[in-house]
């Protein structure tokens, strides 16, 4: 079947550098594609989101990139900073009643001091 | 405004137990939903509602029940708890305009022994 999946469970980076986190979708219907942030024991929390009119969308050290020829998503963060260290998922819209996002498995992003 | 809440915020029950759970919002959204998060995993979709009085099967939603009698409030039933259950539980509700964003509940932790 159709998922939202992500390349790598485990990400680690400097403090400092910058983040990339990668997600493919299959569904080419999708029309509407959302980050999210979960830190632990929390629940998510809305970071970007980008409509599949857009191929790219920035907001305050974020940056989220959409290539719909590959079906790919990308979250980047700049500078990151221990504050970032969660677990990141991406979702889609693919159309169904009530707003309805299927979201991936995740990524659990380490900031390194 | 308190977003959204959810009690209890932690649960044991026995196998065959009953038990339900609470999700409540002051943002006066028409969408609300649930799902449970498994270690590793994304979210699933259990059940959700468009509006007051109507409600709708996810992805996953044998074993479970939902109500939602009043706009604010969406409940999820355990009516016979299974091993099976054991997961972490997070309610959202989103608006029908705007962005698809959905906001999250802090989550309720249940053990099935």
């Known amino acids: 079947g159709e998922s939202v999946g992500l390349h790598l469970p485990t990400l680690s980076v400097q403090e400092g550098d910058n983040s990339i986190i990668n997600c493919a979708y299959s569904?080419?219907?999708?029309?509407?594609f959302i980050w999210y942030k979960q830190e632990s024991g929390k629940g998510p929390q809305f970071i970007i989101d980008?409509?599949?009119?857009?191929d790219k969308r920035q907001g305050q050290r974020v940056t989220v990139l959409l290539n719909k020829t590959v079906k790919h998503l990308s979250l980047q963060i700049a500078a990151t900073q221990p504050g970032d260290s969660a677990v990141y998922f991406c979702?889609?819209?693919?159309?169904?009643?009530?707003?309805?996002?299927?979201f991936g498995s995740g990524t659990q992003l380490t900031v390194l001091p | 405004n308190a977003g959204v809440t959810q009690t209890p915020k932690f649960r044991v029950l026995k196998t065959g137990q009953s038990m339900t759970l609470l999700c409540a919002q002051d943002?006066?959204?028409?969408?609300m939903y649930w799902y449970r998060q498994d270690p590793g995993m994304g979210l699933r979709l259990i059940h959700y509602?468009?509006?007051?009085?109507?409600?709708a099967k996810g992805e996953v939603p044998d074993g479970y029940n939902v109500s939602r009698l009043k706009k604010q409030n969406f409940l999820l039933g355990l009516e016979s708890a299974a091993p099976s259950q054991t997961s972490v539980y997070f309610c959202?509700?989103?608006?029908?305009?705007?962005?698809?964003?959905?906001?999250f509940g802090p989550g309720t932790r249940l053990t099935v022994l």
């Open positions: 959202a509700s989103s608006s029908l305009a705007g962005r698809y964003e959905q906001f």
């Open positions: 569904n080419s219907a999708s029309d509407y």
């Open positions: 980008i409509r599949s009119n857009m």
């Open positions: 979702a889609e819209n693919r159309g169904g009643s009530a707003r309805q996002l299927t």
């Open positions: 943002m006066n959204h028409e969408y």
């Open positions: 509602s468009v509006g007051e009085g109507t409600t």
